[in-house]
């Protein structure tokens, strides 16, 4: 009985197999792979072309360059999410450009999809460290209602993830400072002058904030 069982068994994959080799499933299936493959590569050159051109666009003089790079790193950053959704690079690349246009909110939200349980998964601690020190400081900058409580939430997991980073520490010792928490604001600034003793912003709020 077992051994007719093995032999039907044996039959109905076989007959699978033949079936799927007829229509050429493995070497679609590999051939997708081997696309996606690809696509990860085009991605990956969108992305440093972007980034280049975001670079040129920080460096230039006039406004018009300024503002002419930026729109081009713009589209090579959402040609890199296109081909890449899942990496948090582009996005955050993006999220730079639109900062640099003056965009803050809808940087907010770029930074928003790259902070993403999805995504931030393909970014290194440090990377996450400093996208949540970026998006702290534009909630900050927006001086929205609500913006303090989320820019020290941020900031706190920032510092957790990148300790070296003097102005986040600052910035938290600010934000703590606007919702009246001097001890913590104290601490901030006392942690950003162990990682930069030569900052003077973290010294000059250190004896503001002397009794």
């Not at 690809?38 to 050159?45: D, I, L, P, S, T």
């Not at 939200?109 to 290194?124: E, F, M, Y």
Request: aromatic content about 6%.
């Amino acid at each position: 009985m077992w051994s007719d069982l093995l032999v039907q068994a044996g039959m109905i994959l076989f007959t699978i197999f033949m079936f799927l080799y007829m229509q050429n499933i493995p070497q679609k299936f590999f051939s997708k792979l081997r696309l996606r493959g690809q696509a990860n590569v085009q991605a990956k050159r969108h992305f440093i072309k972007g980034a280049q051109l975001y670079s040129q666009a920080k460096l230039a003089k006039d406004r018009s360059s300024t503002s002419s790079l930026a729109k081009s790193a713009e589209e090579e950053a959402d040609v890199a999410i296109a081909l890449d959704s899942k990496d948090a690079a582009a996005h955050i690349l993006k999220a730079l450009v639109l900062e640099l246009r003056g965009l803050k909110a809808a940087a907010i939200d770029t930074l928003d999809t790259a902070l993403s349980p999805g995504l931030a998964r393909s970014l290194s601690g440090e990377e996450r460290g400093d996208a949540l020190f970026k998006r702290a400081e534009l909630r900050l900058a927006l001086s929205r209602r609500g913006q303090v409580d989320s820019a020290v939430e941020d900031l706190v997991e920032s510092v957790k993830l990148k300790g070296d980073n003097a102005r986040a520490y600052c910035l938290l010792g600010d934000s703590y400072k606007k919702k009246g928490m001097v001890e913590e604001a104290k601490k901030a600034y006392e942690d950003a002058l162990k990682v930069q003793p030569t900052n003077s912003e973290a010294r000059e709020e250190l004896e503001r904030l002397a009794p």
